[in-house]
């Protein structure tokens, strides 16, 4: 727990540094109030990455100094997540990175890492087998399209004040839980590290947001959770690979479910913007019959009112995943399970007809 503290407490004050510093955040706030996608109401700095990450690397620091043996793989996994960071750091403050550019600098750190770290999908676990994957030409792209696509997911569910950052420190969590169990350290170090920095920087971003993630952050957190989960599953094998299959599916199916929403519904761009993901949809469609539409502190109610929602949806995966890390047709079952409760939940929504339970009544 010393790793996870010592990022905390690094993470929460640096935070509030960038807070009350505005030279630091100049040019990175905020201050779109009508995008599709924008749901705050006054001028927020988008670079909460940046306390977050040099949190992480002042950790690594002292892991390295604490335990030596480690100061090859945590060095190697800052440098290849660094690359995704920069990325994201850079378009908080200029806006002139594109997501094209983003995404192709985080798919650099995922090669990085097949390289440096051994991070490779080398395998996929069945119920009564195991397909070995020896070829670098199938696990190389493999390995780059699904770290990436984990990072980006992340940054598409940070939508809300305290989504994407609870919803990875509980997948983080679960990752230094299963480390635990199979005795893999720099998994388990790592893992604390990079969700105590997260949780420093949330007591700020929630409830009422006074600072945001930013790409930065979403990306920087993104590669370290898909990363981490590769070599927890990679270096272990009695870890099933549908482990992680199951603790990343949230952000990861919602990514997928865009791409086809926007691509061969509506027929557009996947990378053009909307406001129709899940959490969107509850923000509009179930919050805002408990809270009023306008008035600014409705608003930010309204917000804060959102990300609990998907913080118990997304845990309908993260539980299962870390009760039954070992056990693949659990998992597997549950994997459709999940999908099979998102398509039936969003369907409800879109059709003005959303569960009664996820309904809360104004209180007169």
């Known amino acids: 727990m010393f790793s996870f503290l010592l990022s905390f407490i690094a993470s929460a004050l640096l935070t509030l540094l960038v807070i ?121 792209p493999l390995t780059v ?86 070599l927890l599953v990679m270096r272990n094998p009695q870890v099933s690979t549908w482990y992680a299959a199951l603790l990343l599916i949230y952000p990861a199916f919602e990514t997928l479910f865009s791409v086809y929403r926007r691509m061969f519904v509506r027929g557009k761009s996947p990378a053009m913007p909307d406001g129709i993901h899940l959490h969107s949809l509850i923000f509009r469609r179930v919050v805002q019959w408990a809270v009023g539409r306008k008035e600014a502190r409705a608003l930010i109610r309204r917000n804060s009112l959102t990300s609990p929602y998907l913080w118990l949806f997304s845990l309908m995966a993260v539980i299962p995943a870390t009760v039954f890390w070992r056990h693949t047709w659990v998992l597997m079952l549950s994997c459709l399970l999940f999908i099979g409760s998102y398509i039936w939940i969003y369907v409800r929504i879109v059709r003005f007809k959303a569960p009664r339970w996820m309904i809360r009544h104004k209180k007169h």
Not at 94 to 100: D, E, K, M, Q, Y
Not at 109 to 124: E, H, Q, S, V
């Open 145 to 230: 399209l699904a770290v990436a696509g984990i990072a980006n997911a992340v940054n598409i569910i940070d939508g809300f004040n305290g989504l994407a950052s609870v919803v990875v420190i509980c997948m983080l969590l679960s990752l230094g839980y299963v480390a635990l169990q199979v005795n893999d350290m720099f998994v388990l170090i790592a893992a604390l590290m990079v969700a105590g920095a997260t949780a420093g920087f949330l007591i700020w971003n929630y409830p009422v947001g006074l600072i945001f993630l930013g790409d930065g952050g979403a990306y920087f957190i993104g590669f370290m959770l898909g990363e981490l989960a590769l």
């Open 20 to 140: 009350k510093e505005a030279r630091l955040h100049g040019p990175a706030l905020d201050t779109d109030f009508h995008g599709v996608q924008k749901v705050h109401v006054h001028d927020v700095a988008r670079i909460g990455g940046l306390p977050i990450f040099v949190a992480v690397a002042l950790s690594s620091a002292i892991s390295i100094w604490r335990v030596p043996v480690l100061s090859q793989l945590l060095l190697s996994l800052l440098a290849c997540a660094s690359v995704a960071f920069v990325g994201g750091i850079v378009e908080d403050y200029t806006g002139r990175v594109s997501a094209l550019r983003r995404l192709l600098l985080t798919m650099t750190a995922a090669t990085l890492g097949y390289f440096l770290l051994d991070a490779r999908i080398d395998r996929l676990d069945w119920m009564f087998s195991v397909w070995p994957l020896p070829y670098v030409w199938l696990t190389l």
